[in-house]
């Protein structure tokens, strides 16, 4: 299963859109995380996933789950400087 991801940055967010065989399957939207926690650490100056619409769950599998999609997201903001 071949998915693309595309990053756009809309103001102090990342959208992040996936597409799965040229249809739109999902967009999942990213914030710098907190430097403060009050409940949960999380990594300083990481970028959280804060609101995901999925049009299509077909791209889950045994193998890919939300929170491998998530971390692969994440991977890219990374790579490409954000």
Same mark, same amino acid.
């Given at each position: 299963?071949?998915?693309?991801?595309?990053?756009?940055?809309?103001?102090?967010?990342?959208?992040?859109?996936? &597409?799965?065989?040229?249809?739109?399957? =999902? +967009?999942?939207?990213?914030?710098? !995380? *907190?430097?403060?926690? &009050?409940?949960?650490?999380?990594?300083? =100056? +990481?970028?959280?996933?804060?609101? !995901? *619409?999925?049009?299509?769950?077909?791209?889950?599998?045994?193998?890919?789950?939300?929170?491998?999609?998530?971390?692969?997201?994440?991977?890219?903001?990374?790579?490409?400087?954000?």
């Amino acid at each position: 299963m071949s998915m693309e991801y595309e990053i756009t940055q809309v103001d102090d967010r990342i959208r992040v859109t996936i &597409t799965k065989e040229g249809k739109e399957a =999902g +967009s999942l939207y990213f914030e710098k !995380a *907190k430097k403060g926690f &009050t409940n949960k650490p999380l990594s300083m =100056g +990481s970028w959280a996933c804060i609101d !995901a *619409k999925i049009e299509d769950d077909t791209i889950f599998s045994e193998t890919l789950t939300p929170k491998d999609i998530v971390n692969e997201c994440q991977e890219l903001i990374k790579e490409n400087g954000f």
